[in-house]
């Protein structure tokens, strides 16, 4: 059974950085990612990397967040920089895409962090 443990989370002011991490009970060599949901939206992708180490980003973090992964120790990481107050949200790791539960009959979330970004 898949696991995913997001730390790393906190206040923050605008322009500063945090660095998240995911401890996953396994990775695999598969493409994993780190989602977000704020308030009233909709959870979306935010990063993902393939078992290559090829990086996606969502426009609207592009060249503020670095997505990164260390498979011997089962975990990825997200680097974000000039956080802006639209970056508030809950933000998850999970794989790309998410891993269905078979027990739940639906896809699995961890507990994930908060990221907010107030002065």
């Known amino acids: 059974q898949v696991e995913f443990v997001e730390s790393g989370g906190g206040l923050v002011q605008p322009g500063g950085s945090l660095i998240l991490s995911c401890a996953a009970s396994t990775m695999f060599s598969i493409s994993m990612a780190w989602y977000r949901q704020a308030p009233g939206k909709q959870r979306e992708l935010v990063a993902s990397?393939?078992?290559?180490?090829?990086?996606k980003y969502a426009d609207s973090v592009k060249g503020r967040f670095t997505i990164s992964r260390d498979n011997a120790k089962n975990t990825l990481y997200l680097q974000m920089n000039s956080l802006k107050p639209d970056d508030t949200a809950a933000y998850y790791c999970?794989?790309?895409?998410?891993?269905?539960?078979?027990?739940?009959?639906?896809?699995?979330w961890g507990q994930g962090t908060q990221v907010t970004v107030s002065s």
């Open positions: 990397i393939n078992g290559g180490g090829i990086t």
């Open positions: 999970n794989t790309d895409p998410p891993w269905y539960s078979d027990y739940l009959r639906r896809p699995y």
